[in-house]
């Protein structure tokens, strides 16, 4: 994360990114809920805000992390709504499409294709996506699905983390020790409560 407060230059660039229209876009996640709360619309927005706060200003970057999902998600999406938007939209709806797995990929085809292949942009998007995905994590309860997801981060994610923002990875690195600590101590109340069931019949 950025050590100082967002410079006057980088304000006037996001003042002059027309982000706007890509957030009304974006509003249509708003009824898909999420595993460990909130809606997917907050999880374009909380992307985007990850980037900011790692000092990307880039507006073609944060205006598909506004919309990164959107293809995904909505099934029935018209592109031409996105690419119609601005000068712009060719180069977000291109971004877009290379952080979407296809139907044809599983999810660790989709990770590897974003490692040896992604642009720096997708590699940099993906990986605040993620960030943000395991602070939600921090949320869910099926201790199952943390573990798999935890796993996942760090042998697909971290590598992508590596070659393009070593910090963003330091951070990532916390919340997987964050996230097993957590699992950790869920194993040993639930040992503690096995324990306790079966002392009743000692």
Do not use: C
Not at 32 to 44: A, E
Not at 98 to 120: C, H, M, N
Request: proline share 2%; no cysteine; glycine share 4%.
């Amino acid at each position: 994360m950025r050590e100082n407060t967002m410079t006057i230059d980088e304000m006037l660039r996001l003042k002059g990114a027309h982000l706007a229209p890509y957030i009304q876009i974006a509003t249509a996640l708003i009824g898909k809920n999420r595993y460990g709360g909130g809606n997917m619309f907050r999880h374009q927005i909380d992307t985007m805000a990850t980037l900011i706060d790692y000092g990307y200003i880039d507006s073609i970057l944060l205006k598909a992390a506004i919309v990164h999902d959107i293809i995904e998600d909505i099934p029935d999406f018209n592109h031409n709504t996105l690419l119609s938007i601005d000068f712009e939209s060719h180069s977000v709806y291109e971004l877009v499409k290379e952080v979407t797995r296809t139907p044809d990929e599983t999810k660790p085809e989709f990770l590897v294709r974003i490692l040896e292949a992604g642009s720096k942009n997708a590699k940099v998007l993906k990986v605040a996506d993620r960030i943000s995905n395991m602070v939600s994590l921090g949320f869910v309860n099926n201790m199952d699905f943390v573990k798999r997801y935890t796993n996942e981060t760090e042998h697909y994610i971290f590598p992508i983390a590596e070659t393009v923002d070593k910090t963003m990875l330091k951070e990532l690195q916390w919340l997987v020790e964050s996230r097993r600590r957590h699992l950790a101590s869920f194993a040993k109340i639930r040992a503690d409560e096995v324990y306790a069931d079966s002392s009743d019949f000692l």
